[in-house]
């Protein structure tokens, strides 16, 4: 059973919803529509899984090791790595860095890719 | 760039689905492409797949010249969302040409029009090849502990072949030679492609930024397949019949292929089996290296692993964008757009490990 959620909104509807789809409406569709079912299951947990997270807060925990509190963005990050601005050695945990957020990404989109490599959020 | 097999921008277009009337009016031109007294289509069937272009099956029967007889051949249509990073079908035809004459397993190349005029569409028709294309079936194959590790050391000879096609002589001249690193040139095309990009991906631009920084010199320019990896060639009965996909087809650094082919993201889950999820990468690398002119050793391919899973984190933001900017209202474009950080973890994990060896910063 899946763990209780603090209210009934988006994300715990999305649980049920979820539940339902997989349980009762994928196994009764016939085998050309299985990977379209597939499809849609998974696009439901990610999105149940993005709203039980603020993705602000993730970029924040990369942005604010990087930027003065509050001042980056994950498209200044970007262009400040091309131009080499952002680095090992003016940023010697980078990569560290980018490895943590990639796995708080990972946990959301895909938690089986995440937990066989040992991503941790 | 090369890329996945229907990666890049897109430029959607709307066409009315060919019907088995359509291919009568092959008949003729055919009869002249093949230097034959007379050509008869007498059956053309839809085969299953194809989201980004069709392949029918045809049952010929060519009356006089070299091709006299009865043959199945199978006409596969230009994409109907034509992808800026391909080659179109007539170009993609002359690297199968040139593959085919290098001894490639390839499905023998019959004949290519662009002529709109025909059946609305670019074409290639090409020999009907028996086998299973399908990547997650070959790898899970219960049988594949048995025929895979001679299916990997196959493809390294075959991979061999391919890059014996060097850029002498007018070979392929439509094809660009690099005059920059191959692989800071794909590194140019990438950061090229994130710039109109809707989701910015700083541990991308940190691996393009080491890409850059540790690019090897090439050893040798050859033809690159671009798109060579398990799920792009046939095999039937444990054995390799055709390498199919040639629109990712360039001059470049062979090594490329190899990085691209070992890729983690094209194991299809099999991870221990560094060989496209069939074998263990020294059955690749003994094939490759008992056929090839200049021989590679496993320790050069890291960083074209990471060259490679970068190029598949550069696609799969794209395919997303297709959805997102381009309105292809497509539900597994949309869940590829968000694969970028499963290669990008996969590359920094390279680079870490690389890093910790002290072989590069």
Same mark, same amino acid.
């Given at each position: ?121 | 760039? &090369?890329?996945? =097999?229907? +990666?890049?921008?897109? %430029?959607?277009? !709307?066409?009315?689905? #060919?019907?088995?009337?359509? @291919? *009568? ?76 004459? &290098?001894?490639? =397993?390839? +499905?023998?190349?019959? %004949?290519?029009? !662009?002529?709109?005029? #025909?059946?609305?569409?670019? @074409? *290639? ?237």
């Amino acid at each position: 059973m899946s763990q209780p959620h603090k209210k009934l909104g988006a994300e715990a509807l999305l649980d049920l919803v979820a539940e339902a789809f997989k349980s009762e409406i994928a196994p009764a569709l016939p085998a050309d529509k299985r990977y379209l079912a597939a499809m849609i299951g998974n696009a439901i947990e990610i999105s149940r899984r993005e709203l039980a997270v603020e993705d602000e807060a993730l970029a924040f925990r990369l942005l604010d090791y990087v930027y003065d509190d509050g001042d980056g963005t994950l498209p200044q990050l970007a262009r400040d790595i091309r131009s080499g601005a952002v680095n090992d050695a003016t940023h010697p945990e980078l990569r560290a860095r980018l490895r943590a957020h990639l796995a708080d990404e990972l946990n959301v989109r895909n938690p089986r890719f995440a937990a066989g490599r040992g991503a941790k959020a | 760039m &090369a890329a996945g =097999k229907d +990666a890049g921008g897109t %430029a959607a277009t !709307s066409r009315a689905p #060919l019907e088995p009337a359509d @291919f *009568a009016k092959l008949e003729p031109w055919l009869t002249q492409e093949i230097g034959a007294e007379r050509v008869a289509i007498s059956n053309a069937a839809l085969l299953a797949g194809g989201a980004v272009q069709q392949n029918w099956r045809l049952s010929v029967d060519v009356t006089g010249g070299p091709r006299g007889g009865s043959h199945e051949w199978v006409l596969r249509t230009d994409a109907a969302a034509s992808l800026d990073v391909s080659l179109d079908r007539t170009s993609e035809f002359r690297c199968i040409e040139a593959a085919y004459r &290098a001894g490639v =397993k390839v +499905a023998e190349p019959i %004949a290519v029009s !662009s002529d709109l005029a #025909l059946i609305g569409r670019a @074409f *290639a028709i090409q020999a009907l090849v028996a086998g299973n294309a399908q990547g997650r079936r070959i790898v899970r194959d219960p049988a594949l502990s048995a025929f895979g590790d001679a299916l990997a050391r196959e493809i390294g000879r075959e991979l061999a072949r391919i890059h014996s096609v060097r850029p002498t002589n007018g070979t392929l001249s439509f094809l660009p030679v690099p005059v920059v690193n191959p692989s800071r040139r794909e590194v140019a095309t990438m950061r090229k492609a994130l710039d109109g990009a809707s989701e910015p991906r700083p541990a991308l631009e940190y691996i393009l930024s080491w890409l850059d920084a540790n690019a090897p010199e090439p050893r040798a320019i050859t033809l690159v397949h671009g798109d060579f990896r398990t799920g792009n060639y046939m095999v039937d009965n444990g054995r390799l019949t055709a390498v199919l996909d040639w629109e990712f087809c360039h001059w470049g650094d062979p090594r490329e292929d190899l990085g691209w082919f070992i890729a983690r993201c094209w194991r299809f889950g099999n991870d221990d089996k560094v060989a496209g999820g069939i074998a263990k990468l020294a059955s690749l690398l003994d094939g490759y290296n008992a056929e090839a002119e200049i021989k590679v050793a496993a320790s050069e391919l890291l960083y074209f692993e990471v060259l490679a899973a970068a190029r598949w984190a550069t696609i799969s933001l794209l395919q997303g964008d297709r959805f997102i900017r381009g309105g292809e209202r497509s539900l597994e474009l949309a869940l590829t757009g968000l694969m970028p950080p499963e290669m990008e973890w996969d590359a920094l994990d390279i680079i870490d490990r690389l890093a910790e060896r002290g072989r590069i910063t």
